[in-house]
């Protein structure tokens, strides 16, 4: 059963900093692009960074670029989101995500965990 466990968020002041952990169980995590999604409600889930199985690192949302670093520790079945700088603007649930090879889409999410953003 595959399973995406999430953990890390919070409350943080803006300009902190949060490092977002998710330990993925009963799938091989070194065979499959990881990525982190972030949705506010009453907008879309959107697409924070990708990771390829050998770590390299895709990040697909302008605004985070050069704040958060996408990683991971295949051994450990972990993906991270390492987030710096944060703004007012970055307050979401944060999802971590399996992508399925073949179609390139996300077939399992976690269940997200709460980043917040406020002095």
């Known amino acids: 059963q595959v399973q995406l466990v999430e953990s890390g968020g919070g409350l943080v002041q803006p300009g902190g900093s949060l490092r977002l952990s998710c330990v993925a169980c009963g799938f091989t995590c070194e065979n499959y692009w990881m990525r982190w999604d972030r949705q506010v409600p009453g907008k879309e889930r959107e697409m924070v960074a990708g990771?390829?199985?050998?770590?390299?690192?895709?990040p697909d949302l302008a605004d985070v670029k050069g704040r958060f670093t996408i990683s991971r520790d295949n051994a450990n079945s972990t993906l991270f989101l390492q987030m710096n700088s944060l703004k007012p603007q970055d307050p979401a649930v944060y999802y971590c995500a399996r992508v399925e090879p073949d179609s390139g889409r996300v077939d399992y999410w976690g269940q997200g965990i709460q980043v917040t953003v406020s002095s």
């Open positions: 990771i390829s199985r050998t770590s390299r690192s895709t």
